[in-house]
């Protein structure tokens, strides 16, 4: 059973300074169930414990959390800002270095 104490149920009127702005966004526009955490293994186990049904999940940002059992990854790429100066947070804008695109299942490209 996850830990109540390392994720968050949203809402759609959670608040974004307790949750992240994106999270909350999704919890309003996606209908469906969204729960945010550090621990994305734990998050996603507390995720199907509440929502059995579900088969699916996404999870954002979760290439890097390697503890997170997954069928398929996809990453995606800013079409305009691209992979900025190449360095990793906090020096440039990635999570994980170019090299690890050779690894994923898809690569989505977002914008021109």
Known sequence: MA???????????????????????????AGVPVFAGRDRAQTALALLSAHPG??????????????????IEIAVV??????????????GPLREPVRRLASVDAVLVHGR
Not at 9 to 22: C, M, V
């Open 78 to 91: 800013d079409g305009q800002r691209r992979f900025g100066n190449g360095w990793l947070l906090p020096a």
């Open 3 to 29: 830990d109540p104490r390392v994720f968050k149920r949203l809402r759609p009127d959670s608040d974004p300074a307790q949750a992240g702005d994106e999270s909350v966004l999704l919890a309003k526009r």
């Open 54 to 71: 579900r088969d699916v999940l996404v999870s954002d940002d979760g290439l890097q959390h390697y503890g997170l059992a997954r069928d």
